[in-house]
């Protein structure tokens, strides 16, 4: 096969160019009736770092053909790999993941049943009424962890939300005339009532509940949080999605590692409490974020 030019390969990324942004034809700067003032300055310079990034790359290779583009997705940084003794990160993650939709993660095995996320339209009374009913969640889990001596370890973690949603209601209420706070849904009271029961009668149970609760806010809650906000607050950040100076994942990630500590003294009865419990997050965490969805 003939060798490309570096002229020839240059001519084949303006004409590439040319054919994805549908722009006039390229006319040689030799041209004597080329003039370049119908290109605005933007598109000169967004083409001029085009050819020179493709120069740089056709150096690079030594002059030869590959195929390279700035296109073309990088690697994504490599996430650390679970720690095989934990069994947060081994049993309990399995089958959380299990339980999640297909469209949700690729690990999920459930069909999707209602609106996928991409398809929720959030109004503002739906996102208030959520806010409610997790301010009530959050303040149970406070109430139970702070008047057990089982859970000390689990205590001013800094992941506590109950603070951050009174801010954000009182704001809601002053920045958002007409608005009314609602009283937490019948769904939200039974929740929390379960939460109680359940602790009373089997500490590995509650923890399932408290550190799945916790973690789904800081990652699909992420999502949540950011939609609302585009779709109803013009873009405005809640309380409830910051930690002010502190690193959400690193506070989640000491949890872990205390609920992990806390497993090592578990029997495989406990264990297994702890995991038939994972369903039952599921269920009640649907059932409060269904009134986001529209």
């Known amino acids: 096969m003939p060798k490309f030019s570096k002229i020839d390969f240059i001519m084949c990324v303006i004409s590439l160019f040319h054919s994805v942004v549908h722009v006039r034809p390229f006319v040689h700067p030799s041209n004597p009736k080329h003039s370049g003032r119908s290109h605005s300055i ?17 150096e690079k290779y030594g002059g030869k053909l590959k195929m ?14 679970p720690d095989p003794n934990s069994f947060i990160q081994t049993e309990m993650r399995r089958i959380v993941m299990r339980l999640h939709t297909r469209s949700q993660s690729a690990e999920g095995k459930v069909e999707d049943k209602g ?4 398809e929720w339209k959030p109004t503002l009374t739906g996102y208030v009424q959520f806010l409610v009913d997790s301010r009530l969640i959050y303040s149970t889990l ?18 506590e939300r109950v603070s951050a949603l009174d801010f954000d209601l009182i704001w809601l209420a002053e920045n958002y005339q007409n ?15 379960y939460l109680r029961e359940i602790s009373q009668r089997s500490v590995p149970r509650f923890i399932c509940h408290f550190y799945n609760h916790y973690f789904a806010h800081t990652a699909g809650g992420m999502r949540i949080g950011l939609k609302v906000s585009e779709a109803c607050l013009d873009n405005h ?12 994942k690193e506070l989640l990630e000491v949890t872990r590692k205390n609920i992990d500590s806390m497993a090592l003294s578990w029997d495989r009865e406990a264990k297994d409490e702890c995991l038939d419990e994972i369903p039952m997050t599921f269920k009640y965490g649907s059932a409060i974020t269904s009134s986001i969805a529209g």
């Open 42 to 58: 933007s598109y000169r310079q967004s083409f001029n770092t085009k050819i020179s990034k493709s120069l740089v790359k056709f």
């Open 115 to 118: 609106k996928k996320f991409s």
């Open 237 to 248: 950040t809640l309380q409830f999605y910051k930690y002010g100076d502190e690193n959400m």
């Open 142 to 159: 406070d109430e139970i962890v702070n008047s057990s001596d089982d859970l000390v370890k689990f205590r001013k973690t800094g992941l």
């Open 68 to 81: 390279s583009s700035s296109s073309v997705p990088t690697k994504r940084p490599k996430m650390p790999k």
């Open 179 to 193: 608005l009314s706070i609602p009283k937490p849904t019948s769904i939200s009271v039974e929740y929390a009532d």
